[in-house]
C-alpha cells in the first residue's frame, strides 16, 4: 500500500518539478510508514533532506494528502537510497544518458588508478550542489556528462556571472567521472594555469606542454574567456581542442559570457566552443537561495529558522557566494557569543554588510548610471527619439526605476518624460522577460545596478 502511495505522489509531482530536481531528490525518496497522521519519508543524504523540507514539504504533504492518505506531518529521515524504481514517463535523452552509465561504463579495475594529480577539490560533488530552476539543466547535462564521458555534449560549456557555481558543477563532474573510473586521466585547471605554462614553454623551452593536456580523458578548464586576446595561447588551445574532440576525449569549460560574447576570441574556436551543449547559469531564485541557506546551515550542524532563512535570501540576491559569506558571518557571529542564529541578529549584520551601500537610490541617479554605461546624455534616454541604441537604455531605466524604486508606472512615466504610462508597463515587461533570455541585457542590467551601489 505504502509503495502504491508514493508512487501516485510521485506520478503528479514530476510535471511539476524540474527534471534534475525529480531524479536527485524524488527518485531517491521512499516512504516509510504513516502513524498518527505523520509520514516519515526516507531520503539519502543531508542535502536531499533539506531540500523537501524548504522547497517540497508543502506540496509532497498536499500530494499525499490528495491521494487519500490521513497526513498532517511529514518527518524526513536519512538513509541509504532505495533501489531504483521504474519510471512511469519516457525519459529525456539526458536521464537515459544518467540511466546507461552502469552498462557503458563499467567501474575500472585494469589499468591502476591513475597517480597524476587532477587538480579536482574533493569537496565539490554533485551531493552538495543545490539545484533549482537557475541550474537545472546545466545539472541534468553534467550528471550525462559525467556517465557516458565524450559522447554527449562535447564540448559541455556553461557560462553565467561570478558566484554562481560554475566551479563547483564543472568540478563534480570531473569526481563524478573519477568515483565511475578512477583510471580515467581527469584534469581541471584554470585558463591562467594554460596561459602560464604555455608561455613557460616558450621562454624555458620546456618540453611536455601538448602531451599533458592532449593525452587526458577529461579536460576542464576553468574561465576560458581569459585566453581570448592572447593570439599564440588560442592556437595552442585551438590544437589542444581538436586533437582532445577528434579523440572522443570529452571538454568541460566554463566562462562568464557565452562563446559570442567573449570579445577577442578568434572565430574558430568560437565555433567550437558552441559544437555541443551551451548552457547558461542563472542567478537562483528565491526558493533555490532559501535551499542553499538551509543546507549549508545543516552542514555546519545548525537549525536555521524559516524567517532567518527567509531574510537572507530576500536581501542577498547577486550571488551564491555573498549568500555563503552572510550565513558564515551569522554562525561564527553567534557560535563565539553562544546565541541562536535568528533574524534580528541578521537583520543587524546584513546591516554592516551593506553599509557601504547608500542608503537612497534617486531617479535621478538611475536615468544618469543608465545613460553613462550606454555612453548616452541623459536627455537622450528622456527624450523621444526611437532610435534602438536610445530605446533598449531607456527601457532598462524604466525597468530598474520599478525593480530599485519600487515606483508606480505613472511615475515612472513621468521621471522619464512620458504622457502615456503603457509604456513604463510594456519597458518593463520587456527587459523582465529579457533577463531571463539575453545574456547580455541581463549583464548590462546586473552592471548598472552594481554602479549604483558601488
Known sequence: MSHSLWQSVLGEIEPSVSHAAFVTFFKTSEFISLDDSVAVVAVPNIIAKAQFEAKFNTQVLASLQKSGADVTKIEYIIQGSPAKKP???????LSEAMEQHKTARPLSTTPPPSKKNSGLNPRYTFDNFIVGSSNDLAYAAGHAVSKLPGTKYNPLFLYGGVGLGKTHLIQAIGNDIKRHDEASEVLYITSETFVNEFLDSIRFKKKGFADKYRNVDVLIIDDVQFIAGKQ????????????????????????????????????????????GMTIDIQMPDFETRCAILTTKAAMSGVELRSDTVEYLAKNIKTNIRELEGALNQLLAHCEVRGLEPDVETAIGLLGNIRSSRPHHITSKQIIEKTAKYFRLDPTE???AKRDKHIV?????????LRSELHLSFPRISVELGRKDHTTAIHSVEKIEKAIKLDFTIREQVAEIREKLYA
Open 87 to 93: 519510471n512511469s514517463t519516457t525519459p529525456s535523452p
Open 232 to 275: 599564440a595561447t588560442q592556437e595552442a588551445f585551438f590544437h589542444t581542442f581538436n586533437a582532445l574532440h577528434q579523440a572522443n576525449k570529452q571538454i568541460i569549460l566554463s566562462s562568464d559570457k557565452p562563446p559570442k560574447n567573449i570579445p577577442t576570441l578568434t572565430d574558430r574556436l568560437r565555433s567550437r566552443f558552441e559544437w
Open 392 to 400: 533598449v537604455p531607456r527601457q532598462i531605466a524604466m525597468y530598474l
Open 381 to 383: 534616454v528622456m527624450s
